[in-house]
């Protein structure tokens, strides 16, 4: 046997695989300090933790840590339902959005196959495209924003997926509605559109794709308990969609990929309205400061409605490390092919002015 | 740009495709749904005594629900740092390197996982190293309804007189594929011996993987059964599973992991999502593996009550397939469909009707107590 690559699907071979945040515990390892040392602002999670109601209902669930969990997640779906008026069968959970994403393309992906996306899009598409062989079609979006009419036009006849990030990870930038609802109006009702609404929670006035699910369309729209919420550690995100296309997606589940302590700290969580009003308040305070911080210093930065600002260094790379030294942890975003800029997550006030101040220090200290 | 006036009905002429619906890969609609059936909360006052999922009723150690709880502070962080901790300490465990451990959304993801990077549509364009899928019957069948959303054939061989795998069999339907053993096996409780497993293992062709399924390893003591992880280090094409939900009794927090050659594991990978175990089963699969008597203890109560259990049941004529794990199976000398129902309504759970066995009754070892009821249960709907 020569290589095994002789062996795996040949588009694997340059797929790049998924980078995630750099872990604090492993920056204070490398660094030699506590982990209570560093800031991470790396991976957009929120800096408030999960809701007390959460966690009491985590510390409630440990006792049945060794039951299998209920499969299909029924009274979390239940309350989902009614929070957004469709009804149960309109929803599927996964372990994280993320798994959602990989159902899709069980559903709809072969070889041969085109998937729609942004240049700049969140890269799970990428990768699920290429997990089952698809094709990625992206999309150019020169200042930053989607081009809904420019992935009209790439639609081919392969094409079963247009996954459309919005708020778009990392640029921070929102499709409005009557952009979606023109761009959904000419989609071929053979193409599944799927919104990736991770960031919805933050916005003040977000459209309604909802809207298309309770119409009929071939639309998923995607949530997830991992970002406003507070849970990315206990793996927990949810499609909706129309009941026939729910249905596909649950033949790619399998029959328990929620975790128990998951289901309740979601189920908790989501009637915690205090919660997420605080949380929503300190991203925007923390967001409009920072950038008014990047003006200031003269940085390049995009106006983010999400709990992230992308903001332009020169070399992402190089102000990465050197925020690294710092204590400080940020994303680089080579692999978003956006060499020249870093994105940072809105923390507490504190953890953003100490954020500030090391970039300034970095900024200044960079030979001319 | 053209293409922007173009409205929808134009554009499905101009696809020549004015399906409605979009195309579903025709393998899924013949794949199995999961049941999403709610856990049926029991009458008001009534316990349910449930022996149905082979779970361990102690739970997991004290040090790993204290590791949940001190967790409490990172659960809004992603767990890529206590993944990596986990991977470390398996691989110790195990005597490999990190590089061959792949963790898993429990077991059933690493069956999953299994399932699509090596099984598949038999076509002409069939990607290399995929084919059909051969499994027992009856045993753990989640993996057949994994392989069917591939596309790819499933071949069930009979287990022999003595329900261990027909090896023999199953090497001679395997195409290429994979070949799934589950050592023991669920839902006989019996175990497929050592010699006959490692002849197996030696003869069969590279382009054949094989996955071992050792969920319920911990239980097995029979000087006829191994663990199979010692011969991955010779077989780029063994695979072995393992699982949290058992002896270390975290079925709901959701943990298992693969152990195999690097190449095997970097086969699979790319067809993983990130993040797919959660923080708090990640920190509790750890603590767990550093305490001692978690095994132990699961090893010395689970033989206490299947010991209680299976004398009861000799008493009134009912052979059990010997078993090494936490569950039993039994001869029920009639149809088991109606006495897992009329058990049901009398608030005893057991495991599910096996069509390969349609008069044998799955039993989960549950705590003393809980075999009490059942058996007072059993016996009147046995009366």
Same mark, same amino acid.
């Given at each position: 046997?020569?290589?095994?690559?002789?062996?795996?699907?040949?588009?694997?071979?340059?797929?790049?695989?998924?980078?995630?945040?750099?872990?604090?515990?492993?920056?204070?390892?490398?660094?030699?300090?506590?982990?209570?040392?560093?800031?991470?602002?790396a991976?957009?999670?929120?800096?408030?933790?999960?809701?007390?109601?959460?966690?009491?209902?985590?510390?409630?669930?440990?006792?049945?840590?060794?039951?299998?969990?209920?499969?299909?997640?029924?009274?979390?779906?239940?309350?989902?339902?009614?929070?957004?008026?469709?009804?149960?069968?309109?929803?599927i959970?996964?372990?994280?959005?993320?798994?959602?994403?990989?159902?899709?393309?069980?559903?709809?992906?072969?070889?041969?196959?085109?998937?729609?996306?942004?240049?700049?899009?969140?890269?799970?598409?990428?990768?699920?495209?290429?997990?089952?062989?698809?094709?990625?079609?992206?999309?150019?979006?020169?200042?930053?924003?989607?081009?809904?009419?420019?992935?009209?036009?790439a639609?081919?006849? %392969?094409? &079963?997926?247009? $996954?459309?990030? +919005?708020?778009?990870?990392?640029?921070?930038? #929102? *499709? !409005?509605?009557?952009?979606i609802?023109?761009?959904?109006?000419?989609?071929?009702?053979?193409?599944?559109?799927?919104?990736?609404?991770?960031?919805?929670?933050?916005l003040?006035?977000?459209?309604?794709?909802?809207?298309?699910?309770?119409?009929?369309?071939?639309?998923?729209?995607?949530?997830?308990?991992?970002?406003i919420?507070?849970?990315?550690?206990?793996r927990?995100?949810?499609?909706?969609?129309?009941?026939?296309?729910?249905?596909?997606?649950? %033949?790619? &589940?399998?029959? $328990?990929?929620? +975790?128990?302590?998951?289901?309740?700290?979601? #189920? *908790? !969580?989501?009637?915690?309205?205090?919660?997420?009003?605080?949380?929503?308040?300190?991203?925007?305070?923390?967001?409009?400061?920072?950038?008014?911080?990047?003006?200031?210093?003269?940085?390049?930065?995009?106006?983010?409605?999400?709990?992230?600002?992308?903001?332009?260094?020169?070399?992402?790379?190089?102000?990465?490390?050197?925020?690294?030294?710092?204590?400080?942890?940020?994303?680089?975003?080579?692999?978003?092919?956006?060499?020249?800029?870093?994105?940072?997550?809105?923390?507490?006030?504190?953890? +953003?002015?100490?954020?500030?101040?090391?970039?300034?220090?970095?900024?200044?200290?960079?030979?001319? | 740009?053209?293409?922007?006036?173009?409205?929808?009905?134009?554009?499905?002429?101009?696809?020549?495709?004015?399906?409605?619906?979009?195309?579903?890969?025709?393998?899924?609609?013949?794949?199995?749904?999961?049941?999403?059936?709610?856990?049926?909360?029991?009458?008001?006052?009534?316990?349910?005594?449930?022996?149905?999922?082979?779970?361990?009723?102690?739970?997991?150690?004290?040090?790993?629900?204290?590791?949940?709880?001190?967790?409490?502070?990172?659960?809004?962080?992603?767990?890529?740092?206590q993944?990596?901790?986990?991977?470390?300490?398996?691989?110790?465990?195990?005597?490999?390197?990190?590089?061959?451990?792949?963790?898993?959304?429990?077991?059933?993801?690493?069956?999953?996982?299994c399932?699509?990077?090596?099984?598949?549509?038999?076509?002409?364009?069939?990607?290399?190293?995929?084919?059909?899928?051969?499994?027992?019957?009856?045993?753990?069948?989640?993996i057949?309804?994994?392989?069917?959303?591939?596309?790819?054939?499933?071949?069930?061989?009979?287990?022999?007189?003595?329900?261990?795998h027909?090896?023999a069999?199953?090497?001679?339907?395997?195409?290429?594929?994979?070949?799934?053993?589950?050592?023991?096996n669920?839902?006989?409780?019996?175990?497929?011996?050592?010699?006959?497993?490692?002849?197996?293992?030696?003869?069969?062709?590279?382009?054949?993987?094989?996955?071992?399924?050792?969920?319920?390893?911990?239980?097995?003591?029979?000087?006829?059964?191994?663990?199979?992880?010692?011969?991955?280090?010779?077989?780029?094409?063994?695979?072995?599973?393992?699982?949290?939900?058992?002896?270390?009794?975290?079925?709901?927090?959701?943990?298992?992991?693969?152990?195999?050659?690097?190449?095997?594991?970097?086969?699979?990978?790319?067809?993983?999502?990130?993040?797919?175990?959660?923080?708090?089963?990640l920190?509790?699969?750890?603590?767990?593996?550093?305490?001692?008597?978690?095994?132990?203890?699961?090893?010395?109560?689970?033989?206490?009550?299947?010991?209680f259990?299976?004398?009861?049941?000799?008493?009134?004529?009912?052979?059990?397939?010997?078993?090494?794990?936490?569950?039993?199976?039994?001869?029920?000398?009639?149809?088991?469909?109606?006495?897992?129902?009329?058990?049901?309504?009398?608030?005893?759970?057991?495991?599910?009707?096996?069509?390969?066995?349609?008069?044998?009754?799955?039993?989960?070892?549950?705590?003393?107590?809980?075999?009490?009821?059942?058996?007072?249960?059993?016996?009147?709907?046995?009366?």
């Amino acid at each position: 046997m020569s290589s095994i690559w002789d062996l795996a699907n040949p588009q694997l071979r340059d797929l790049r695989v998924y980078e995630p945040g750099k872990p604090i515990e492993e920056t204070a390892r490398e660094l030699g300090t506590d982990a209570g040392h560093i800031i991470k602002l790396a991976s957009n999670e929120n800096p408030l933790g999960p809701s007390p109601k959460a966690l009491a209902a985590i510390r409630a669930a440990l006792e049945s840590s060794h039951l299998y969990p209920d499969g299909g997640g029924y009274y979390l779906c239940d309350a989902l339902a009614a929070q957004l008026g469709v009804s149960r069968d309109h929803l599927i959970l996964g372990s994280g959005s993320n798994e959602i994403i990989e159902f899709l393309g069980h559903a709809f992906l072969d070889r041969g196959d085109d998937v729609i996306t942004s240049e700049h899009a969140f890269i799970a598409y990428k990768l699920v495209a290429a997990i089952f062989g698809a094709r990625t079609i992206e999309v150019p979006s020169p200042d930053l924003r989607h081009d809904l009419d420019a992935m009209i036009a790439a639609i081919t006849p %392969k094409t &079963r997926l247009i $996954f459309i990030a +919005n708020p778009n990870n990392p640029t921070g930038t #929102l *499709a !409005g509605q009557e952009e979606i609802d023109r761009f959904i109006e000419r989609v071929p009702e053979n193409v599944v559109v799927v919104f990736d609404e991770a960031y919805f929670e933050y916005l003040d006035d977000p459209p309604d794709t909802l809207r298309f699910v309770r119409e009929g369309r071939n639309v998923a729209v995607l949530r997830t308990f991992s970002k406003i919420q507070g849970l990315a550690g206990l793996r927990i995100g949810y499609g909706i969609a129309r009941p026939e296309l729910i249905r596909v997606l649950q %033949k790619a &589940r399998q029959p $328990f990929n929620v +975790n128990g302590l998951a289901q309740a700290a979601a #189920l *908790a !969580g989501l009637a915690d309205v205090e919660h997420r009003r605080e949380t929503k308040r300190i991203t925007d305070e923390g967001r409009a400061w920072l950038q008014e911080q990047f003006a200031a210093m003269d940085l390049r930065y995009v106006p983010s409605v999400a709990n992230f600002v992308l903001v332009n260094v020169g070399d992402g790379a190089e102000i990465f490390r050197a925020l690294l030294h710092r204590q400080i942890i940020v994303r680089a975003l080579k692999g978003y092919n956006l060499a020249e800029w870093i994105r940072i997550s809105v923390g507490t006030m504190e953890q +953003n002015r100490r954020c500030i101040a090391a970039l300034r220090e970095v900024l200044g200290n960079r030979p001319g | 740009m053209n293409t922007i006036s173009i409205s929808r009905r134009q554009f499905a002429r101009l696809l020549g495709a004015g399906a409605a619906v979009a195309a579903v890969r025709p393998a899924l609609s013949l794949a199995v749904t999961p049941p999403t059936t709610p856990v049926t909360p029991p009458a008001a006052g009534a316990t349910v005594v449930r022996l149905s999922s082979n779970e361990n009723p102690y739970g997991p150690s004290t040090k790993a629900l204290k590791s949940m709880t001190d967790a409490f502070g990172i659960a809004c962080r992603y767990p890529d740092a206590q993944a990596e901790a986990l991977v470390e300490a398996l691989a110790k465990l195990n005597g490999v390197s990190g590089d061959q451990i792949l963790l898993g959304d429990g077991s059933s993801e690493i069956l999953k996982l299994c399932a699509v990077t090596f099984t598949g549509a038999m076509t002409n364009e069939k990607p290399a190293g995929r084919g059909n899928l051969v499994a027992a019957d009856p045993t753990f069948e989640a993996i057949l309804a994994y392989a069917k959303v591939r596309g790819a054939e499933t071949v069930k061989v009979p287990l022999n007189a003595s329900f261990g795998h027909d090896l023999a069999k199953m090497g001679a339907a395997a195409k290429e594929g994979l070949v799934y053993i589950c050592n023991p096996n669920n839902p006989t409780a019996s175990i497929t011996p050592k010699n006959e497993l490692r002849d197996f293992i030696e003869k069969t062709p590279r382009e054949t993987m094989i996955l071992v399924d050792e969920a319920y390893f911990h239980y097995a003591d029979s000087a006829d059964y191994e663990s199979v992880i010692p011969l991955i280090k010779d077989h780029p094409n063994l695979l072995v599973a393992r699982t949290f939900s058992k002896i270390f009794g975290m079925a709901g927090l959701r943990c298992g992991y693969c152990v195999a050659q690097k190449e095997t594991i970097e086969r699979m990978r790319p067809h993983q999502m990130w993040d797919s175990v959660n923080v708090m089963a990640l920190v509790a699969a750890k603590s767990n593996l550093e305490d001692p008597d978690q095994l132990a203890n699961g090893r010395r109560w689970n033989s206490e009550a299947r010991s209680f259990v299976i004398g009861e049941l000799d008493k009134m004529g009912h052979k059990q397939i010997p078993s090494q794990a936490n569950f039993i199976m039994f001869d029920l000398k009639r149809p088991v469909v109606p006495v897992i129902k009329a058990l049901k309504e009398r608030n005893v759970q057991v495991g599910r009707l096996f069509p390969a066995l349609p008069n044998h009754m799955r039993l989960t070892i549950g705590k003393k107590a809980e075999m009490e009821a059942f058996l007072a249960a059993f016996r009147q709907v046995m009366a």
